[in-house]
């Protein structure tokens, strides 16, 4: 059993600015490293540690990203989805992340709900990582701003406008404005916006975050253009209501202009050309997206660095 509490990646609210400075900083030295992980951001006993990753819904990124991260740090990786558990049958979550502890190292869980990664993390005496929920993606933002920073420069000062769904996504570019001092606009229809409380975090954080439901208004001289799917995973149900109150905020050419004149685009993938974003825009040369999903194998090395003891 771990002797210390356990370095948990849950959010960004509980990580402080410097910390995440330092997480990024680990991704963009990793990759600069490339395979050759440099031996002070390799985790101590590497060699011996597993990595469990738990998915309540579907993924490609994460689960690769992670998979191959923990390879290249010199570690193991099992991964297996919720019905292959026994908490698909009522075992309590509790009893789950108690037991996984004393078998692997560390465990990244993909859950459906946010209470479940909490509950998780509450027992587990193993770092628990945060691989999405239906309120956050930490992990997508850590990439993400090292996206930004390669291609533009410290993100401090910066302009960052997001157009569409108050989501997971932009839940966690919150949390990250109130740690790293850039500035944050966010443009959504007043029905999907972020949570109140969240906003009112940010700021008592001292985060510069605007919130308007006019798309043109936010992107308006941004660094950064920022976009994901109408319809998260969970909201099937709900896609009709979304993809009307969202279509005014599509990314399309005439929006991307609206944004300084050497913006990026990102999405965290998948995207659907032809609602959130349009094709000249994604496959535009704007767009950053293949850099944006690459980055997140070298942010899921830093976040695994990190949560395994390296500082
Ligand atoms: N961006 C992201 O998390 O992608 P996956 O759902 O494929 O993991
Ligand atoms: N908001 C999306 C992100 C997918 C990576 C979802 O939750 O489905």
Not at 277 to 288: K, L, M
Request: negative net charge; contains cysteine; hydrophobic residues 45%.
């Amino acid at each position: 059993m771990a002797l210390r509490a356990p370095r948990h990646f849950l959010d960004l609210d509980g990580i402080d600015g410097a910390t995440l400075r330092r997480i990024v900083d680990m991704g963009h030295a990793m990759k600069a490293a490339g395979k050759g992980v440099p031996n002070e951001l390799k985790p101590e006993g590497i060699a011996d540690l597993v990595l469990m990753m738990i998915f309540e819904k579907p993924s490609t990124r994460t689960r690769v990203s992670f998979d191959v991260a923990m390879r290249q740090l010199g570690g193991q990786t099992l991964a297996l989805n919720h019905a292959d558990l026994q908490v698909g049958r009522g075992e309590p979550i509790s009893d789950t992340a108690k037991v996984l502890s004393r078998y692997v190292d560390a465990i990244m869980i993909r859950a459906n709900k946010h209470e479940t990664l909490g509950e998780f993390a509450a027992y587990a005496t193993v770092p628990v990582i945060n691989g999405l929920t239906d309120r956050t993606h930490p992990c997508q933002i850590v990439a993400d701003i090292m996206t930004v920073e390669e291609r533009l420069g410290p993100i401090g000062g910066r302009k960052v406008a997001w157009s569409g769904d108050g989501n997971n996504v932009a839940a966690s570019w919150i949390q990250a404005a109130a740690r790293l001092g850039f500035k944050l606009t966010l443009a959504c229809p007043p029905q999907l916006n972020p949570e109140h409380a969240l906003l009112d975090w940010a700021r008592d954080e001292g985060a510069d975050i605007a919130l308007t439901d006019e798309a043109a208004a936010a992107v308006a001289g941004a660094d950064c253009v920022v976009t994901d799917t109408w319809v998260s995973m969970g909201q099937q149900d709900d896609a009709r209501r979304r993809r009307q109150l969202l279509a005014p905020y599509a990314v399309d050419g005439e929006l991307m202009r609206k944004a300084a004149p050497d913006a990026i685009f990102l999405h965290c993938l998948p995207a659907y050309r032809g609602s959130e974003v349009a094709a000249e825009v994604i496959d535009g040369p704007q767009s950053a997206v293949w850099d944006e999903a690459e980055n997140r194998l070298h942010a899921q090395k830093a976040i695994l660095a990190w949560c395994l003891g390296v500082d």
